[in-house]
């Protein structure tokens, strides 16, 4: 069988369109691959062989029955650990969720198996999705494919180093600060945070419920477009998701760019940035403004300012979401507590990993007596003048370009023991979620080695701009998909 | 010092998490850390900034009062600890 690590999905659509090649048999070389590669990069906490074959006989059937099928059948993807999936478990790769089955799937996971989608398992991340680096995983930390001793970013790790990896087509994440994107830039990929409401969140286990959205992560902006498409959309069973029309996003891919208005916020070039990165963004603007984009430099003046004020507002709603894990209706908890309160602390106690504790103290603390005005009146305030800038900025540009993260993949173990300095990675990533805005990482070449991201934010409900400008920018860098050199024998 | 031991102590007794002794310490100061940096919001005015708790006009949903299949008890029950009767199983509450 030919190289199935670069296939992309339209690529798979027209093999098994045209017989080439059956569901099962590509099915079973992502799962001998997995049984090859993940050994290294560990990117799978479960791995579901036998649904995964049973799945692929389906798709076969409805083609050897001359059934038509749509673009994701048959194709293999996996999805991160806090999507929840009936029948296999979802961890959010926690002592507390460790051996946790979500009684039902969460609808993105159900929009996918109606498209025919073959999952091949569940990918690992930050414990409650709560990191940078998948270093606060429970079970192990997943390795950069492009070089091992480093992180893949997080929290999506798990599903950003298996797609840079080539151990799945095409994956799921979710993004509260950055957590598709900054992972997607360090493992160099594509990787799309929706507009907040374009995606239904029922079935993702929550972590700061006004900021969380799902989101794609591919191989190029062409499959990013196809899953994004499938993924979006009104839920009844998500009050927050929008009952808007979900546009046909491939048709936004035409390599035009001429006349949009692209502004370039000094602010992401300033703080404590990489000289190799800015070049890189910079150079992707060029090429951009070769194509007929107008590019201007501006002002998003509250920028530094989105940080703090999400290091308030993400902890204080996680500190109240992650109070249902109480040891009492799912997870673990402590069997030796004589009463009901000792259970419930020494339950949360031992079942939470550190920067999980972490963040629910200091939400309750900035939610407690005495310091709510100070801090989360504070942060919610600070948020609107996030927000502001953006809107004041859309009356004069379609779109805004920045790096997605001021450094490249670091090191594993370099920032474990200081939160702060993890908590850094995230600065381009948060105002957009702090704002609700979409926003994509594309790769735009590399600086010592390793895969830089550059980052193209639009206006609500305009992931067509954002797909637009990926695309036509990927169309002049080389649409050659561009992955490690990874196989072992 | 923005945040001392015993606040911290006090805190994770609000958030209902056992904190051992002997890493009290470290979290004070890791969180005083990061109070520390979120103290650069002070720098901005924003007596007269509405605040932002959602960036979507949040309504409320309604929906018709229809019965409809639910998860069922047996699921519901399914991942919990303990359970007796088919109902969840605590310690003693008083």
Same mark, same amino acid.
């Given at each position: 069988?030919?190289?199935?690590?670069?296939?992309?999905?339209?690529?798979?659509?027209?093999?098994?369109?045209?017989?080439?090649?059956?569901?099962?048999?590509? *099915?079973?070389?992502?799962?001998?691959?997995?049984?090859?590669?993940?050994?290294?990069?560990?990117?799978?906490?479960?791995?579901?062989?036998? *649904?995964?074959?049973?799945?692929?006989?389906?798709?076969?059937?409805?083609?050897?029955?001359?059934?038509?099928?749509?673009?994701?059948?048959?194709?293999?993807?996996?999805?991160?650990?806090?999507?929840?999936?009936?029948?296999?478990?979802?961890?959010?790769?926690?002592?507390?969720?460790?051996?946790?089955?979500?009684?039902?799937?969460?609808?993105?996971? =159900?929009?996918?198996?109606?498209?025919?989608?073959?999952?091949?398992?569940?990918?690992?991340?930050?414990?409650?999705?709560?990191?940078?680096?998948?270093?606060?995983?429970?079970?192990?930390?997943? /390795?950069? &494919?492009?070089?091992?001793?480093?992180?893949?970013?997080?929290?999506?790790?798990?599903?950003? %180093?298996?797609?840079?990896?080539?151990?799945?087509?095409?994956?799921?994440?979710?993004?509260?600060?950055?957590?598709?994107?900054?992972?997607?830039?360090?493992?160099?990929?594509?990787?799309?945070?929706?507009?907040?409401?374009?995606?239904?969140?029922?079935?993702?286990?929550? #972590?700061?419920?006004?900021?969380?959205?799902?989101?794609?992560?591919?191989?190029?902006?062409?499959?990013?477009?196809?899953?994004?498409?499938?993924?979006?959309?009104?839920?009844?069973?998500?009050?927050?998701?929008?009952?808007?029309?979900? &546009?046909?996003?491939?048709?936004?891919?035409?390599?035009?760019?001429?006349?949009?208005?692209?502004?370039?916020?000094?602010?992401?070039?300033?703080?404590?940035?990489?000289?190799?990165?800015?070049? /890189?963004?910079?150079?992707?603007?060029?090429?951009?403004?070769?194509?007929?984009?107008?590019?201007?430099?501006?002002?998003?003046?509250?920028?530094?300012?989105?940080?703090?004020?999400?290091?308030?507002?993400?902890?204080?709603?996680?500190?109240?979401?992650?109070?249902?894990?109480?040891?009492?209706?799912?997870?673990?908890?402590?069997?030796? %507590?004589?009463?009901?309160?000792?259970?419930?602390?020494?339950?949360?106690?031992?079942?939470?990993?550190?920067?999980?504790?972490?963040?629910?103290?200091?939400?309750?603390?900035?939610?407690?007596?005495?310091?709510?005005?100070?801090?989360?009146?504070?942060?919610? /305030?600070?948020?609107?003048?996030?927000?502001?800038?953006?809107?004041?900025?859309?009356?004069?540009?379609?779109? #805004?370009? *920045?790096?997605?993260?001021?450094?490249?993949?670091?090191?594993?173990?370099?920032?474990?023991?200081?939160?702060?300095?993890?908590?850094?990675?995230?600065?381009?990533?948060? &105002?957009?979620?702090?704002?609700?805005? &979409?926003?994509?990482?594309?790769?735009?070449?590399?600086?010592?080695?390793?895969?830089?991201?550059?980052?193209?934010?639009?206006?609500?409900?305009?992931?067509?701009?954002?797909?637009?400008?990926?695309?036509?920018?990927?169309?002049?860098?080389? *649409?050659?998909?561009?992955?490690?050199?990874? =196989?072992?024998? | 010092?923005?945040?001392?031991?015993?606040? @911290?102590?006090?805190?994770?007794?609000?958030?209902?998490?056992?904190?051992?002794?002997?890493?009290?310490?470290?979290?004070?100061? +890791?969180?005083?850390?990061? @109070?520390?940096?979120?103290?650069?919001?002070?720098?901005?005015?924003?007596?007269?900034?509405?605040?932002?708790?959602?960036?979507?006009? $949040?309504?409320? $949903?309604?929906?018709?009062?229809?019965?409809?299949?639910?998860?069922?008890?047996?699921?519901?029950?399914?991942?919990?600890?303990?359970?007796?009767?088919? +109902?969840?199983?605590?310690?003693?509450?008083?």
């Amino acid at each position: 069988m030919e190289n199935i690590v670069n296939l992309t999905i339209t690529e798979i659509h027209k093999l098994l369109t045209d017989k080439e090649l059956s569901a099962v048999e590509l *099915t079973k070389a992502f799962l001998d691959y997995i049984d090859r590669i993940d050994p290294t990069i560990r990117a799978f906490i479960t791995v579901t062989e036998n *649904t995964a074959l049973a799945q692929a006989e389906e798709i076969d059937r409805a083609i050897a029955q001359g059934k038509k099928i749509g673009l994701l059948s048959g194709v293999p993807m996996a999805l991160k650990d806090n999507l929840c999936t009936a029948g296999v478990k979802t961890t959010c790769c926690s002592k507390m969720l460790e051996n946790w089955v979500s009684p039902y799937s969460a609808t993105v996971v =159900e929009k996918l198996q109606e498209a025919g989608a073959i999952m091949l398992g569940k990918l690992n991340m930050d414990e409650f999705a709560m990191g940078s680096s998948t270093e606060n995983s429970k079970f192990f930390t997943t /390795k950069n &494919p492009w070089d091992t001793s480093r992180v893949p970013g997080g929290s999506s790790g798990g599903p950003t %180093a298996a797609v840079a990896a080539g151990e799945a087509i095409y994956t799921l994440g979710s993004d509260t600060g950055g957590s598709i994107r900054q992972p997607a830039s360090f493992c160099g990929v594509v990787g799309l945070k929706p507009t907040y409401g374009r995606v239904s969140r029922y079935g993702l286990i929550a #972590f700061a419920s006004s900021l969380d959205q799902i989101g794609p992560i591919t191989k190029n902006v062409r499959d990013c477009a196809i899953v994004l498409k499938a993924i979006s959309g009104f839920d009844p069973y998500d009050s927050t998701s929008v009952d808007i029309e979900v &546009p046909d996003y491939e048709k936004a891919l035409t390599g035009e760019v001429n006349g949009l208005r692209i502004g370039i916020p000094k602010e992401y070039f300033e703080i404590g940035i990489s000289k190799e990165i800015t070049e /890189k963004v910079l150079k992707a603007v060029e090429l951009l403004e070769d194509l007929g984009a107008v590019c201007e430099e501006m002002s998003l003046p509250h920028t530094e300012y989105a940080l703090p004020a999400y290091y308030v507002i993400a902890p204080a709603e996680a500190s109240s979401n992650l109070a249902r894990f109480d040891g009492v209706s799912y997870g673990y908890r402590d069997e030796n %507590a004589e009463d009901v309160i000792s259970m419930y602390k020494n339950s949360r106690g031992e079942g939470l990993g550190p920067e999980v504790k972490r963040r629910i103290m200091l939400g309750t603390y900035a939610l407690s007596s005495g310091y709510y005005d100070a801090y989360y009146l504070k942060a919610q /305030k600070v948020r609107t003048l996030i927000k502001q800038d953006f809107d004041k900025a859309f009356e004069k540009f379609d779109a #805004f370009i *920045t790096p997605t993260t001021p450094s490249i993949a670091f090191k594993a173990g370099d920032k474990v023991e200081d939160p702060l300095a993890m908590y850094k990675s995230d600065l381009f990533t948060v &105002p957009s979620n702090m704002a609700g805005i &979409p926003a994509i990482s594309v790769p735009c070449g590399f600086a010592e080695g390793m895969p830089v991201g550059l980052q193209i934010i639009a206006k609500p409900f305009a992931e067509e701009t954002l797909l637009r400008i990926a695309y036509a920018y990927e169309n002049c860098r080389g *649409t050659e998909v561009l992955l490690p050199d990874l =196989e072992v024998n | 010092m923005t945040i001392s031991l015993k606040e @911290l102590e006090h805190v994770a007794e609000l958030a209902r998490l056992s904190i051992p002794e002997n890493e009290l310490k470290a979290y004070t100061c +890791q969180l005083d850390d990061i @109070l520390k940096s979120i103290e650069k919001l002070k720098e901005l005015d924003t007596d007269n900034v509405e605040p932002t708790a959602h960036i979507l006009p $949040v309504r409320n $949903v309604m929906r018709g009062d229809i019965v409809r299949e639910g998860i069922g008890r047996e699921d519901a029950l399914g991942g919990a600890p303990d359970v007796e009767e088919g +109902q969840f199983k605590v310690p003693k509450i008083v």
